[in-house]
């Protein structure tokens, strides 16, 4: 495989694009830096999950190699996309080699979601591109950074804080994307005065974090102040009411450009119309004259609204995100009695009932419905997830179901409906109603997609549609995730799953199926044989119910393509179970067993035993278990005048909230560095490491009561540093300035301290009972 990417390589003469995907180690990046070190037209590096499999150890060393091929090429990039590279804060310290490289300089779009990076690894990387930024000036060639992704990062509020002083000082950026970081207000607040500076921003994105109100009274001053503004996402943001009108005062000042706002909550109607008018959204255009499409509009239709006169070829009804009001379906019923092009027609009705009352649902549903078969409709695709239509709502859904608009139906979606098990039984006994009648014109019901997640079916439920699955046995694809099924369900579905030999794609992710249940699942699987995705994770498996879905995998699954089993509480004889059962198969290409209990020696075994069957690349990275760091992090605010301007890590204009942030990037940084020193965290210090460690010292020694045994364990530790030939002077006198700063912050009481920590650290005498119980446990 080496040898063949190493060879297209060499035969691309002007090369510029560069797409790297798989298990790339580093024998392979070595081979790879080889034929890039002729490269010097490269400029986009897009090797987006190019380490799956690989530890994390390994990747700092690939990237390493590949950063020399680069350099010793002289390329420019101007595009690197590491996303799903599962990254860590180890493998951020590849990063930081690649980023602080002169090959960066030009660089214009970074892209880092979904690495996992974590709070040090965030820190690690926003300190990297810090260093990017002023080595490029002192090159000559500014950083215009651009474009930003850093989503699904762990990032928190210190991570967001770090990234937001480097914004101040790029002012470049246009597109900043950072969503599901769980960054708090405080965060949110470094980031709004950040995208301030950045006046040519279109498209901001921090969705799933916590904004609430408090922040978003910051980022109204900012939206004020960039009118080239395209797209907000706030989604998902706890701002409620009052946090959605600070927003919306912020962009009443002119933002001509702006297309998309999404804040992901229910605003009022006067709310709303405040929005339309400050956009001039005042008429809806379709996507193709035979799409009519409201998505994402967020608009409260309350009366009859002819959203369709001039589609005369009106194939497919997309309203979701908005609000259709009983009026307005009884609208929509007298204006589509006329569109005869919706036969075979597909309506995505998802979340079309925001802020409608449930009673409302039925007759709403009951007004669309009736108006598609006088106008001849026959339906193939019903999406109506996201509306919450509980049991009650379900009444409507059951007529629409019943009718003979759905006759002929082939793709039937109910996500996160709140169906529960009442609304389950409603939806079962609608659909049989509907396969009894089309059987009576000798067409039976041919449903071939069913998708009900989130809906907490529970047992129930889940027997109610066995009972349609077992009749149809016309399913290819079945999603019911996280509802509540326990093995009683289980059983039921398994065995109707049994009726649908076609079946491809089944996900029963984030049920309660356990090992009682896997066992009946396993006779399902040995009939189901064209299945080229199944999703069982989540599921309570354990090591034994692995085991009986290896048995029924060993019967032969040769078009598997997709397997999760991730977080099942199976151990490593479980996991190379279902490894053995697959050595077969040629088709693998997602495997995911991560949040299993595998330890070390376990998750070496699993890539061993993959290597050897040639399907590394499909496995995606797995931990020994699941471990995050969670939490709300304070900030101390440090003032111009505490900070040494005649540093070269303030040598330009800052404003107070730049040099707090400043001193914040590197007071992280100093914390990660005495955590754990490595040679990587020290050189991130920058160029006045005594002085920042020196201060992050005196600060501890007002914060923890054993302070001098903590700091000279930490001055011991760091002096391993000192092996490292690159670093080694710097190192020294690091430690004799700190030791020194140590000795002279001494009182009398703490002098016996200080004499037994470094007698007992040097290994010259054993613990003395004088140092603190703290002591004695380390």
């Not at 820190?123 to 000559?140: M, R």
Request: aromatic share 4%.
């Amino acid at each position: 495989m080496s040898a063949n990417v190493v060879a297209a390589i060499n035969r691309c003469q002007n090369l510029r694009q560069l797409r790297l995907q798989g298990s790339i180690g580093v024998p392979v990046a070595k081979g790879i830096a080889k034929a890039l070190e002729s490269k010097p037209t490269l400029e986009r590096a897009k090797w987006k999950g190019m380490f799956n499999g690989r530890l994390e150890r390994e990747i700092p060393v690939a990237l390493t190699h590949l950063v020399d091929g680069l350099r010793l090429a002289d390329a420019h990039l101007v595009e690197l996309d590491l996303s799903d590279n599962a990254l860590g804060s180890i493998g951020a310290e590849g990063i930081k080699v690649l980023l602080e490289s002169p090959v960066c300089f030009s660089l214009q779009e970074l892209k880092l979601s979904n690495n996992d990076l974590g709070i040090e690894g965030g820190q690690i990387v926003a300190a990297a591109l810090w260093n990017c930024h002023v080595k490029s000036v002192e090159a000559g060639r500014p950083l215009s950074l651009k474009t930003f992704y850093a989503g699904r990062n762990r990032l928190g509020n210190r991570g967001a804080m770090t990234f937001a002083a480097v914004f101040v000082q790029i002012k470049t950026l246009e597109e900043v994307v950072m969503p599901q970081n769980r960054i708090y207000h405080q965060g949110v607040a470094a980031l709004a005065e950040a995208f301030e500076m950045n006046p040519n921003l279109h498209t901001i994105n921090i969705s799933d974090n916590t904004i609430t109100p408090r922040a978003a009274r910051l980022l109204k001053g900012a939206l004020a102040k960039l009118p080239k503004l395209k797209s907000l996402n706030f989604g998902d943001c706890l701002l409620g009411d009052k946090g959605a009108v600070e927003l919306l005062e912020g962009l009443q000042a002119p933002h001509p450009y702006l297309e998309l706002v999404k804040e992901g909550l229910r605003l009022s109607c006067m709310q709303m119309k405040g929005l339309l008018e400050q956009l001039k959204i005042t008429k809806l255009e379709p996507c193709s004259n035979t799409t009519l499409n409201f998505a994402g509009r967020e608009l409260k239709l309350k009366k009859k609204y002819d959203a369709s006169e001039d589609h005369s070829n009106l194939e497919l009804l997309e309203p979701k995100g908005n609000s259709v009001s009983v009026e307005t379906a009884k609208g929509i019923r007298q204006s589509w009695r006329k569109h005869r092009s919706l036969q075979r027609s597909r309506s995505r009705s998802k979340d079309m009932f925001t802020g409608i009352l449930k009673q409302e649902i039925p007759d709403a549903l009951r007004f669309v419905g009736g108006s598609l078969p006088a106008a001849g409709a026959q339906l193939i695709e019903l999406d109506l997830s996201d509306n919450v239509f509980g049991p009650s709502g379900t009444i409507g859904l059951k007529i629409l179901l019943q009718s003979p608009l759905c006759h002929s139906l082939q793709t039937l979606r109910l996500n996160n409906n709140e169906l529960g098990t009442q609304g389950a039984q409603m939806v079962s006994d609608a659909i049989l109603k509907s396969h009894e009648d089309c059987c009576k014109f000798g067409q039976p019901l041919a449903l071939k997609t069913f998708i009900c997640g989130r809906n907490r079916l529970k047992s129930g439920g889940a027997v109610a549609l066995a009972k349609v699955f077992k009749v149809l046995g016309s399913l290819r694809e079945v999603s019911l995730p996280q509802n509540e099924i326990d093995h009683d369900g289980i059983y039921a579905l398994a065995e109707a799953f049994s009726q649908n030999p076609n079946l491809k794609s089944l996900n029963l992710n984030e049920n309660s199926m356990t090992p009682m249940g896997a066992g009946a699942m396993k006779n399902a699987l040995c009939i189901l044989r064209s299945l080229r995705i199944l999703d069982l994770g989540d599921c309570q498996l354990k090591t034994e119910g692995t085991k009986f879905i290896a048995e029924a995998l060993a019967t032969g699954h040769e078009c598997l393509e997709e397997l999760c089993l991730d977080r099942n509480d199976m151990d490593a004889e479980g996991a190379l179970a279902v490894l053995e059962s697959l050595k077969m198969n040629q088709m693998l290409s997602k495997l995911n067993l991560d949040g299993n209990h595998f330890g070390k020696l376990g998750c070496d075994a699993i890539r061993e035993k993959l290597t050897a069957m040639g399907k590394i690349q499909a496995l995606l990275d797995i931990n020994q278990d699941e471990s995050g760091d969670d939490g709300i992090e304070s900030v101390r605010v440090v003032e111009p005048e505490q900070v040494d301007e005649s540093s070269s890590l303030l040598s330009f204009p800052v404003s107070r909230f730049v040099v707090g942030s400043f001193r914040l990037v590197f007071q992280v940084i100093a914390e990660a560095f005495f955590s754990q020193p490595s040679a990587c965290k020290f050189e991130s210090l920058g160029g006045d490491k005594v002085g920042i460690l020196g201060r992050y010292l005196d600060q501890q020694r007002h914060e923890v009561e054993d302070w001098v045994i903590v700091q000279i364990e930490f001055l011991i530790g760091m002096s391993s540093l000192a092996s490292e030939p690159s670093i080694r002077d710097e190192v020294v006198q690091c430690i004799q300035h700190l030791l020194e700063q140590i000795i002279k912050s001494l009182g009398p009481n703490h002098l016996p301290q200080f004499t037994h920590a470094v007698l007992v650290f040097a290994g010259l005498i054993k613990v003395s009972p004088c140092l603190p119980v703290s002591f004695l446990s380390r």
